[in-house]
């Protein structure tokens, strides 16, 4: 829909006959093809660029009871100049709050992402490389992962630690390192059966010097594939932990912003303090699921066009 | 016919080879589990196993090369691997200079790998992508610590110029997918020489490259012979390639040995029909040279499904009541050349086969003659 028909180039690939690999430059050029992909990059990246700088340009602080000129309290006043996406109940400025919210939703986002992709390159590597036992515990493992739910999970962590965002992250990264560490394992299966592995074999490498120079390069890509989707991933389980109630209560995000909203009530009377936050949660969500459109494409060759 | 009968007998009593040799090879067999998990291994008998090695002996001596010939599925790669010590054999031991490295471990294999190296068949898939030519060459001499840094680039430069990419520095510095098919197949032989071995296994180096590079590559061979004193175990499915670089040559069919002896008599005589087969295959410039057509037909059986007796015998155009009783050994017809089949080695060949005895004998007496 959002693509110029025939705008697409055929034989976009130089690559070897066989290699089945790609590279990032693969990945920016399939990006630059569909309009919905560059579009997901320029909105994530005003988000990191609001996640960086938004907090210092907040108009208000977030959780101080602002008084009008008239030295009354703005309680629950729609969008304005004055309030530019409406007060809460408090009297509090909600674009302040959404502002100083997106650098938590950030940083458990990165965070989360960083250690899932990390934690599932690096296990996916060992279990495709060593196959045999290795692999299989660490595929029961990755079954485990795949059966927990993620909601009860993060609450049974937050109550046994302290609710904070790191608590988040840990969560975050036990349940997310699933699918890169799945997708990773099947290339490495197929990557230590070609002939330059067998060569660096031949030429007595060792198994670690394999895994870390011969086969993490060529798959790091699939590894940058796997970033935003567990970065979204991170965002909406952080929005629903905290919905839920077991956020870090002393920092604000978008999640808290709709639980107070929720449990205020305010959510039909007052449209502008649920629709805020989560509009922005839909947008970052968005913006990194249409990244991820060229690596679909690059992953699964028959939605080439 | 009495010729052979008495060549056999002197050369089974001559028993054990007095020249010490490079590698020697001792019933070297690969057998793939077809079923897995608990229960493999329970099952019995035929079509348990891929049998794609099954018992394969030679040995090559010191600046000798030896070239393994046959179709698709005849077990020559497994060959090479398990020599290469990338696959462990199922059965068979593996000798390098006297020392039995069929199971050596750590420092051992380290040592045995430093001596042996491979050539993979394809330049598109042996190189690391990400690499550049100058890593790719260098690596095995970090990995067994041998010299420095500054002493590796000149290592490395003199490595390429041997493999004839020249000037060195202009491929130091490439990336793999910068080179044309041939080109990376040198870097990949530099790679393979840069540590000195003594023999080098190539597994069909020239098959997937183009027509017009191959000569280049098959002379380098040749140069590497001559100039480093280079053993070559060289696997092809062309004939002519193998003449062109090997002083023996074993003719393997489904994971066995049918043939193997002096390169050029395996060619002349063609003791084994299946020899026969594959030389009548090739093609031919000569318009005089009119040879019968091969006379094969249909396709190298699955290698979980042997047939019995002699593997070759269903499609073996002399075949007869003897050839599936029982298999074959591989018995001498010549001081240095032995062949497995009843043709041979049995006792009352049909008319078929004695008419193809006196056809091998024939051009043997021809070539005696010419000579």
């Known amino acids: ?39 997901g990059f320029f909105l994530f990246a005003a988000i990191i660029v609001m996640a960086l700088i938004g907090p210092s340009l907040a108009p208000y602080e977030p959780l101080t009871i602002n008084r009008g000129l008239d030295g009354k309290v703005p309680i629950l006043k729609p969008p304005s100049a004055e309030y530019l996406l409406g007060t809460n109940d408090l009297g509090r400025d909600i674009f302040s709050q959404i502002l100083v919210g997106s650098r938590t939703v950030v940083i458990i986002g990165l965070y989360g992402a960083l250690i899932a992709a990390v934690v599932g390159t690096i296990l996916g590597v060992i279990s495709g ?36 965002v790191w608590t988040i992250i840990l969560a975050v990264s036990l349940v997310y390192w699933r699918q890169a560490m799945r997708v990773i394992r099947t290339q490495v299966l197929s990557m230590r059966e070609r002939a330059f592995i067998k060569s660096a074999r ?18 790091l890509p699939l590894t940058f594939v796997y970033l935003p989707v567990a970065f979204g ?8 932990i905290s919905f839920l109630g077991f956020g870090d209560p002393t920092s604000i995000s978008w999640g808290q912003i709709l639980r107070q909203a929720f449990t205020k009530g305010a959510s039909i009377q007052s449209w502008w303090w649920v629709f805020s936050p989560g509009l922005f949660i839909t947008i970052t969500t968005a913006s990194v699921f249409f990244c991820t459109r060229p690596f679909e494409e690059i992953l699964n060759p028959r939605l080439r066009r | 016919m009495n010729k052979t009968n008495i060549n056999i007998n002197t050369n089974i009593k001559s028993g054990t080879i007095a020249e010490p040799s490079l590698l020697r090879v001792d019933s070297l067999t690969k057998w793939f589990p077809l079923r897995r998990g608990l229960l493999a291994g329970r099952k019995k008998g035929p079509g348990a196993y891929i049998r794609a090695v099954d018992g394969v002996s030679f040995e090559v001596k010191p600046g000798q090369s030896l070239g393994l010939a046959g179709e698709s599925g005849s077990g020559k790669t497994v060959t090479a691997e398990m020599l290469a010590r990338l696959q462990s054999p199922t059965a068979g031991t593996i000798h390098f200079l006297g020392e039995d490295v069929t199971t050596a471990r750590s420092r051992d294999l380290m040592r045995f790998r430093r001596q042996v190296q491979m050539v993979f068949q394809n330049p598109y898939d042996c190189l690391n992508e990400r690499w550049r030519v100058y890593d790719i060459v260098r690596e095995p001499l970090i990995i067994h610590r041998l010299g420095h840094g500054n002493e590796h680039l000149d290592t490395c430069k003199e490595m390429l110029t041997v493999v004839g990419l020249q000037p060195a520095e202009h491929y130091l510095y490439r990336y793999p997918h910068e080179l044309s098919g041939g080109e990376r197949q040198r870097v990949a032989i530099a790679r393979a020489l840069v540590l000195r071995p003594a023999l080098l296994i190539a597994d069909e180096p020239t098959t997937m490259l183009d027509v017009s590079v191959r000569a280049g590559v098959l002379n380098l061979f040749r140069k590497l012979q001559q100039d480093l004193d280079l053993s070559i175990l060289f696997i092809s499915h062309e004939f002519s390639t193998i003449s062109y670089i090997c002083d023996t040559t074993a003719i393997m069919y489904l994971g066995k040995i049918m043939e193997i002896g002096p390169t050029s008599q395996v060619f002349s005589h063609r003791y084994h029909p299946y020899s026969d087969a594959l030389a009548a295959s090739l093609p031919v410039v000569n318009a005089e040279d009119k040879r019968p057509p091969a006379r094969i037909s249909g396709e190298i059986p699955g290698a979980a499904s042997i047939p019995r007796g002699c593997r070759f015998a269903p499609r073996c155009p002399y075949q007869a009541p003897a ?43 021809e070539e005696g003659g010419a000579a």
């Not at chain 1, 991933?233 to 629903?240: G, R």
């Open chain 1, 129 to 164: 490389y060593y196959r045999g036992h290795v692999d299989n515990v660490l595929q029961r493992l990755v079954e485990a992962a795949y059966s927990i739910p993620f909601e009860p999970l993060a609450i049974v962590i937050v109550s046994i630690l302290s609710p904070s």
């Open chain 1, 202 to 219: 031949v030429a007595g490498a060792s198994d670690f010097r394999i895994m870390l120079y011969h086969i993490t390069p060529n798959i």
């Open chain 1, 233 to 240: 991933n991170a965002v909406l389980a952080e929005a629903a």
């Open chain 2, 323 to 365: 050839c599936t009783a029982e298999e074959p050994p591989l018995l001498p017809v010549d001081s240095s050349h032995r062949v497995a089949c009843v043709i041979w080695s049995g006792e009352t060949p049909s008319s078929e086969q004695r008419a193809f005895q006196e056809n091998v004998l024939r051009r043997q007496d």
């Open chain 1, 1 to 39: 829909m959002f693509c110029k028909p025939g705008s697409t180039p055929p034989g976009r690939f130089e690559r070897g006959p066989n290699t089945g690999m790609f590279s990032m430059k693969d990945i920016w050029r399939l990006a630059r093809r569909d309009r919905l992909s560059l579009i």
